[in-house]
């Protein structure tokens, strides 16, 4: 975000930050309170599909703290010495790779449940949902690993005592990294995207039997399609800077601002809309916790 240029006035900046803070703590909690949701009911503990989607809701708050956090930091503080920053790099980079793959294990859930009932019992248990979240994990965070290993073999010792902006292109800047980087994200995004579009023609054929889960399990996976659509503006945000800030230098910060919204923050929204507010299992849940809560402010002042 605030990479160089002039100095820009108090309250600007700090409209800016207040606007990231305040937009990260409504996403959170609602987040929070999903996550909150599935501890306090043991009832989606053993449901493959509500493991893995808190676990995505749970991928998103610490993305999103990340995300945040470093925006606002980098106004105070813009310079990071390069080791902390490859730490910090390598935890967002993760969680972000994490979401899509996320998407894909949910879709493959929803085409075992639909098209091969008799067998998801068997293929989609708690245990393996656990292993494939792992899996999940190891696979996002080697490649970033995989980034700082070149930079150790590519770079003298004394570049990880220097101080530098904490962004990606920042540390990882080498030809090695542009080639391993472009890879990466070819294969990933293909796998995700085949894997989406496969499971939703397959489910869709199965809609044609009017099975009111069949329906659902089709919306669902398309609004998959629509989050793995935004989680790609993070690919695409480079080349809107690219084009917008020659066009318009003066409003450099304010375009690094808004690409910054589009791709970290409100992609972070549609998680909880997907099945927090569509899942009626979980809004039945949800209802009891916050009409509980409110009861409880209630009787309170009566108590005293």
């Known amino acids: 975000m605030n990479l160089s240029g002039p100095i820009e006035e108090f309250h600007i900046v700090f409209i800016r930050n207040f606007t990231s803070v305040l937009l990260g703590i409504i996403i959170n909690y609602i987040n929070g309170t999903l996550v909150f949701t599935f501890f306090k009911n043991s009832i989606f503990y053993t449901d493959p599909r509500y ?9 998103d708050i610490i993305m999103l703290t990340i995300a945040v956090g470093l925006q606002v930091v980098t106004y105070a503080m813009p310079y990071f010495r390069v080791s902390v920053c490859c730490v910090i790099l ?35 248990t708690v245990h ?7 899996l999940i994990w190891i696979v ?17 010792v004394a570049f990880f005592s220097t101080s530098t902006f ?23 995004l293909s796998f995700v995207w085949v894997t989406l579009i ?8 199965a809609a044609k039997a009017a099975t009111n889960s069949a329906r659902k399990a089709r919306s669902t996976i398309l609004l998959h399609g629509v989050q793995l659509l935004l989680c790609m503006l993070s690919y695409i945000s480079p080349v809107i800077n690219f084009i917008f800030i020659p066009l318009f230098p003066n409003r450099r910060r304010e375009i690094l601002f808004v690409t ?45």
């Not at 993760?94 to 098209?115: D, F």
């Not at 540390?171 to 294969?187: E, L, N, R, W």
């Open 51 to 59: 493991i893995l989607y808190i676990h995505l809701v749970i991928n």
């Open 90 to 124: 390598l935890l967002a980079s993760t969680t972000t790779k994490n979401t899509p793959l996320n998407l894909a294990g949910m879709a493959i859930e929803r085409y075992i449940a639909i098209c091969k009932p008799l067998h998801h019992p068997q293929i989609c």
């Open 128 to 134: 393996r949902t656990y292993i494939l979240i792992f």
């Open 140 to 156: 996002s965070v080697i490649p970033e690993i995989g980034d700082i290993f070149i930079a150790v073999a590519t770079q003298p």
């Open 166 to 188: 904490c962004y990606n292109l920042g540390i990882y800047f080498t030809p090695q990294h542009k080639d391993k980087s472009t890879v990466v994200q070819a294969v990933l």
């Open 198 to 205: 496969f499971t939703y023609f397959n489910v869709l054929f």
């Open 260 to 304: 910054f919204l589009l791709v970290n923050v409100f992609p972070r929204l549609l998680s909880p809309l997907i099945y927090g507010v569509r899942d009626q299992k979980f809004v039945k849940h949800i209802k009891i916790y916050l009409l509980c809560k409110l009861h409880v402010v209630q009787v309170k002042p009566d108590s005293k």
